[in-house]
T-cell receptor, first 116, second 115 residues
Framework: GAGVSQSPRYKVAKRGQDVALRCDPI?????LFWYQQALGQGPEFLTY????????KSGLPSDRFFAERPEGSVSTLKIQRTQQEDSAVYLC??????????????FGPGTRLTVL | AQKVTQAQTEISVVEKEDVTLDCVYE???????LFWYKQPPSGELVFLIR??????QNEISGRYSWNFQKSTSSFNFTITASQVVDSAVYFC????????????FGQGTRLTINP
């Protein structure tokens, strides 16, 4: 497809488990973002990649959260030792240029993570 | 710090009524960008409009219109002749200039259009 895809769409984890969430951005898009959306809230920024370089990770809530984009395309968000407060929808977005501040970000459908 | 406030948590109107969604923002950047996104029940955020801080010209696109006023730091969105398919959560968002890439979102307004 032509859009941003994310997998899995739903993930249930037991507290303490590690999870990995995948994002396939639109082909050729330079910028890639991860956001966290808690129930009933707006999305909150986690981290930003320009190609393979992680230029901003100021939104990652703890050192249990780690993201990578090794080849400048697919990205993985990893959460170690999940906690109940990590339950949220994780959204991935991509943008065609490095000047992403003034460009539309195209969002994927999200991964709904539930930590029991 | 940047902040976006959508004071209306939920709005419910009857089909064909006009409805305005309010958005107020805070930023110290002289160059910035404002966005509206729609999030239908399927969950995927859909881009509606982008405005930069130098362009205060208001826009009409079909049933949608936007009112950007720097003097009041507001970027409001109006749907005329609302339809049931307009039911969704609407988010206003802000990004700063000078390389600031991330979007800062408001809390969202849940809009319900009743038949």
């Amino acid at each position: 497809g032509a859009g941003v895809s994310q997998s899995p769409r739903y993930k249930v984890a037991k507290r303490g488990q590690d999870v990995a969430l995948r994002c396939d951005p639109i082909s050729g898009h330079v910028s890639l973002f991860w956001y966290q959306q808690a129930l009933g809230q707006g999305p909150e920024f986690l981290t930003y990649f320009q190609n393979e370089a992680q230029l901003d990770k100021s939104g990652l809530p703890s050192d249990r959260f780690f993201a990578e984009r090794p080849e400048g395309s697919v990205s993985t968000l990893k959460i170690q030792r999940t906690q109940q407060e990590d339950s949220a929808v994780y959204l991935c977005a991509s943008s065609p240029t490095q000047l992403a501040g003034d460009n539309e970000q195209f969002f994927g459908p999200g991964t709904r993570l539930t930590v029991l | 710090a940047q902040k976006v406030t959508q004071a209306q948590t939920e709005i419910s109107v009857v089909e064909k009524e006009d409805v305005t969604l309010d958005c107020v923002y805070e930023t110290r950047d002289t160059t910035y960008y404002l966005f509206w996104y729609k999030q239908p029940p399927s969950g995927e955020l859909v881009f509606l409009i982008r405005r930069n801080s130098f362009d205060e010209q208001n826009e009409i696109s079909g049933r949608y219109s936007w009112n950007f006023q720097k003097s009041t730091s507001s970027f409001n969105f109006t749907i005329t002749a609302s339809q049931v398919v307009d039911s969704a959560v609407y988010f206003c968002a802000l990004s700063g200039g000078q390389g600031a890439q991330k979007l800062v979102f408001g809390q969202g307004t849940r809009l319900t259009i009743n038949p």
